[in-house]
């Protein structure tokens, strides 16, 4: 639907520095899928890095989103803030290959730290001059104010303008499934705004964008696939047609 020349995108391709990694017996070289990681390719606004909890998914992510000037902790490129420095060296050894344009904006949003974001953008709009502007960006109230789907979901309506980098991991953590075929809405909007998606998660819904691009993380690589080829569809299929057979088998009741 949307595959294209990749020179157009934000980011084409994500390449490791092999020769620079001083080991890989240490993290996050030593997780199997960086131990083998050489290159990943952009062809489709929006991408899908799926897999299973451990296999690197969001270690990946973080590194590419550092490694093009986000605050590793979440935000837009401007937040400088440090609540605690857990993130991985990663990004030091990434080069990123860069599209011919731009983008306007951009946003990193990681389900983990989404709490310190909100306490960031609340302490800027105690800032003498702010007149408390910022959260104006986020739907007009405290991210802290809001349940934690509307506070995900304001960022994605009201913080993100378009022709954006937008890289999000796992994204549907506070969404309901409802509030996730939602989220496909507006990233459609976006996408025909010219904005690039690269997304780590584990819904099936959110990977049914069409044209997008399914990588799959297993044991020691990262391979493309089709949604109906991963667990997270076939499980999800299985157990819905089948619920009470599924739940005798998984709690042993005859």
């Given at each position: 639907m949307y595959a294209m020349d990749n020179a157009m995108l934000y980011i084409r391709q994500a390449e490791l520095l092999r020769e620079r990694v001083p080991s890989f017996q240490s993290y996050p070289f030593d997780l199997p899928v960086i131990r083998s990681f050489e290159r990943l390719a952009f062809q489709n606004r929006v991408t899908f890095l799926v897999g299973e909890n451990g296999t690197g998914k969001s270690t990946l992510l973080e590194g590419i989103a550092a490694a093009w000037g986000f605050n590793p902790e979440?935000?837009?490129?401007?937040?400088?803030?440090?609540?605690?420095?857990?993130?991985?060296?990663?990004?030091?050894?990434?080069?990123?290959?860069?599209?011919?344009?731009?983008?306007?904006?951009?946003?990193?949003l990681r389900a983990e730290s989404y709490y310190n974001v909100a306490s960031y953008i609340d302490q800027l709009d105690e800032e003498p001059g702010s007149g408390g502007m910022i959260k104006n960006s986020y739907g007009g109230k405290s991210l802290h104010e809001q349940s934690h789907g509307e506070s995900f979901f304001a960022a994605f309506v009201h913080r993100f303008g378009g022709q954006g980098l937008y890289i999000l991991d796992e994204p549907e953590a506070a969404l309901s499934p409802l509030r996730q075929m939602s989220l496909l809405v507006r990233m459609h909007e976006l996408v025909e705004q010219h904005s690039q998606f690269i997304i780590a998660t584990h819904s099936p819904i959110l990977m049914s964008y069409p044209g997008s691009d399914i990588y799959l993380l297993e044991g020691g690589g990262i391979r493309p696939t089709m949604l109906e080829d991963t667990e997270h569809y076939s499980v999800t299929k299985a157990f819905m047609n089948d619920r009470q057979g599924m739940l005798r088998e998984l709690l042993g009741d005859d």
């Open positions: 979440g935000g837009t490129l401007n937040f400088s803030f440090n609540t605690r420095s857990s993130h991985s060296s990663l990004h030091d050894y990434l080069r990123l290959v860069k599209g011919v344009k731009r983008p306007r904006d951009g946003f990193f």
